[in-house]
T-cell receptor
């Protein structure tokens, strides 16, 4: 399996621009998570989906952030408009079907390093 | 709400030595999972080891083992015969059986293995 795939790996943009981060979970996984990592706040959950449905978006910082999962193999995290304080590494993770061996383990993608100037 | 605390921001040992990273957590749940993830300079989050709280036996994975003390809410990671490739940030994480299926991470410990 290719693992969780994220694109782009690096993104540099200017304040006010729209940013779209993409994620392809591991095939067969029914949970998908978006995390953000910063020096100040560490790793924090932004939102997660179960069977393509958003379950908990309480970690989304504000209305400028939105996430979608149109199908089981693709999710996006969008920031519009972007601000310098959004600079961070954004991780996507997925989890195997509930009940299967190792169902509790989340597997992470390589992350997207976002820099907003 | 659950919290995870790693009290050692940085550690440094010589190659081949044994090192133990500390982690404590707070929860009111009885069943849960605990994890150690490794983040090398490539920033990839890599699962090192996992422990189910209902299992009394400590988990082991080759050179990595844990000391799980449920009553004390402690979950330390021991790395034996440390190697240069073990240099990384190590994160302890908690996930409950109930409610949100999310990982709660500690602040991380930066481990450096010196030649």
């Amino acid at each position: 399996d290719a693992g969780v795939i994220q694109s782009p790996r690096h993104e540099v943009t200017e304040m006010g621009q729209e940013v779209t981060l993409r994620c392809k979970p591991i095939s067969g996984h029914d949970y998908l998570f978006w995390y953000r990592q910063t020096m100040m706040r560490g790793l924090e959950l932004l939102i997660y989906f179960n069977n393509n449905v958003p379950i908990d978006d309480s970690g989304m910082p504000e209305d400028r952030f939105s996430a979608k999962m149109p199908n089981a193999s693709f999710s996006t995290l969008k920031i519009q408009p972007s601000e310098p304080r959004d600079s961070a590494v954004y991780f996507c993770a997925s989890r195997v079907l509930a009940g299967a061996s190792g169902a509790d383990t989340q597997y992470f993608g390589p992350g997207t390093r976002l820099t907003v100037l | 709400a659950q919290t995870v605390t790693q009290s050692q921001p940085e550690m440094s040992v010589q190659e081949a030595e044994t090192v133990t990273l500390s982690c404590t957590y707070d929860t009111s749940e009885n069943n849960y999972y605990l994890f150690w993830y490794k983040q090398p300079p490539s920033r990839q989050m890599i699962l090192v080891i996992r422990q189910e709280a209902y299992k009394q036996q400590n988990a082991t994975e080759n050179r990595f083992s844990v000391n799980f003390q449920k009553a004390a809410k402690s979950f330390s990671l021991k790395i034996s015969d440390s190697q240069l490739g073990d240099t990384a940030m190590y994160f302890c994480a908690f996930m409950g059986f109930q409610g949100a299926q999310k990982l709660v991470f500690g602040q991380g410990t930066r481990l450096t293995i010196n030649p």
